[in-house]
């Protein structure tokens, strides 16, 4: 089985202020870890992915992520953050072992707010 | 990557009605996902259509509420079926992609009244 938690509804931050949102997961083997970024009336954009390699991940619009194995987390951060990354974001994880992308487990969102 | 058009974008219905969503991708692809966001809540997955073949529900999920059409490898359609307003959700189809996971569509918003 695989699970994915989100623990914070709500993050804050001014704008200009480094900006994480935090994600742990579990799976009964090697993840596979995606995020994902939902604006207001929007479908899901995909922001960046572990698959395997190098622990620290970078993606689009300056965002990147750290896979740490032994807290089992997959953090997402930005150094500075802008009113434009407003939205909601997903972690997803699926167990290397599993046939199909479509196994896979999100998250329930974390809602980031940046103020000016 | 694929480009996913889903229409419409949204809809507001009356219970009792049904309302049928559909979903083109710009190139052919084996899986098509049907999923389900509930306000305020996380994605859950309804369906894998595969063409060809009946789609495969998720627990919780039954052809006779969302039936699922796979004509061919770009295109699909969900139904929700007899709606009551618990079915007010947007609802989001999905390709597998081997870069990105997975690729959405930009979603329906459905409101039932």
């Known amino acids: 089985a695989q699970s994915v938690a989100q623990p914070e509804d709500q993050v804050n931050v001014a704008e200009g202020n480094p900006l994480t949102v935090k994600c742990t997961y579990s799976?009964?083997?090697?993840?596979?870890l995606f995020w994902y970024v939902q604006y207001p009336n929007r479908g899901l954009q995909f922001l960046l992915k572990?698959?395997?390699?190098?622990?620290l991940v970078k993606g689009s619009y300056g965002f990147e992520a750290e896979f740490n194995k032994s807290q089992t987390s997959f953090h997402l951060k930005k150094p500075s953050a802008l009113v434009s990354d407003s939205a909601l974001y997903f972690c997803?994880?699926?167990?290397?072992?599993?046939?199909?992308?479509?196994?896979?487990?999100f998250g329930a969102g974390t809602q980031v707010v940046v103020t000016p | 990557s694929a480009v996913i058009s889903q229409k419409p974008s949204r809809d507001i219905c009356q219970r009792g009605t049904s309302l049928t969503i559909q979903c083109q991708v710009d190139?052919?692809?084996?899986?098509m996902f049907w999923y389900r966001q509930q306000p305020g809540q996380s994605l859950t997955l309804i369906a894998t259509?595969?063409?060809?073949?009946?789609?495969?529900?998720e627990s919780g999920f039954v052809i006779d509420k969302f039936p699922i059409s796979r004509p061919n490898l770009t295109f699909s359609t969900l139904t929700v079926s007899n709606m009551s307003p618990e079915d007010s959700s947007i609802y989001l189809c999905?390709?597998?992609?081997?870069?990105?996971?997975?690729?959405f569509g930009s979603g329906t918003r459905l409101t039932v009244v």
């Open positions: 190139s052919q692809v084996t899986m």
């Open positions: 999905s390709v597998e992609h081997q870069n990105y996971g997975y690729t």
């Open positions: 259509a595969n063409q060809g073949s009946e789609a495969t529900y």
């Open positions: 997803a994880v699926r167990d290397k072992e599993t046939d199909s992308w479509g196994k896979f487990q």
């Open positions: 799976v009964s083997g090697n993840p596979y």
């Open positions: 572990y698959i395997t390699g190098d622990n």
